[in-house]
């Protein structure tokens, strides 16, 4: 079975701490998402990769830098944490074109105080 | 721009029901992806079924069917013989097809409780 995971369930930060958000998947996918869930707004793409060392925006990068230095490895980075970026992180990987399954991590519920 | 929109924030079903969640969604393109996925509480968010839009049959999955309505851009999956296992946040999700990189539309989610 596929799996993702994600280096916290919950995270609890300051105003304007650096944030790492990890997530892990063990399928060797070549695409790499991550999104921000919020009540009403369904997901959102924050970033996406297709490849080491390459991304692409997604519609709300704004506040947020990505990291993939290794295949399995995508790292979502907030570089001032700030109470608007209190929300839930998803991240997914998938296989070849991306109209493929997307498989889901367990999210990570980052609250900013 | 390319949409997608769940009408219906919470729905309710009894147990051996049949429900029908609602999506519409607005592209240009001709060639896409539609998905539902279901996100169990606490739980991770697992693909349910997908259609793609050249394709004229409803896909199905089990108790999971859909019906795609291509020119009324109409996508909407009813789960037959309710389980309490269903119930779940169910999204649909949009793919535009390819040259647009990673870029999966979602709704705003259905939350769907079934009643025992």
């Known amino acids: 079975d596929v799996k993702v995971t994600q280096s916290s369930r919950y995270l609890v930060k300051r105003t304007g701490e650096k944030v790492f958000l990890e997530c892990v998947q063990d399928?060797?996918?070549?695409?790499m998402f991550w999104y921000r869930q919020d009540p009403g707004l369904g997901l959102r793409l924050i970033y996406f990769s297709y490849d080491v060392k390459m991304k692409e925006k997604g519609d709300i990068p704004e506040g947020y830098s990505v990291s993939r230095e290794k295949k399995e490895r995508f790292s979502l980075i907030l570089e001032s944490a700030s109470t608007n970026q209190t929300s839930m992180y998803l991240c997914?990987?998938?296989?070849?074109?991306?109209?493929?399954?997307?498989?889901f991590g367990p999210g990570t519920r980052l609250t900013v105080l | 721009a390319q949409t997608v929109t769940q009408s219906q924030p919470e729905m309710s079903v009894q147990e051996a029901e049949t429900v029908t969640l609602s999506c519409t969604y607005d592209t240009s393109e001709s060639n896409y992806y539609l998905f539902w996925y279901k996100q169990p509480p606490s739980r991770q968010m697992i693909l349910v079924i997908r259609?793609?839009?050249?394709?004229?049959q409803n896909a199905t999955e089990n108790r999971f069917s859909v019906n795609f309505q291509k020119a009324a851009k109409s996508f909407s999956l009813k789960i037959s013989d309710s389980q309490l296992g269903d119930t779940a946040m169910y999204f649909c999700a949009f793919y535009p097809g390819s040259g647009n990189t990673g870029k999966l539309i979602f709704g705003q989610g259905t939350t769907l409780q079934v009643k025992p």
């Open positions: 259609q793609e839009a050249y394709k004229q």
């Open positions: 997914a990987s998938s296989y070849g074109e991306t109209y493929n399954e997307q498989f």
């Open positions: 399928m060797d996918h070549e695409n």
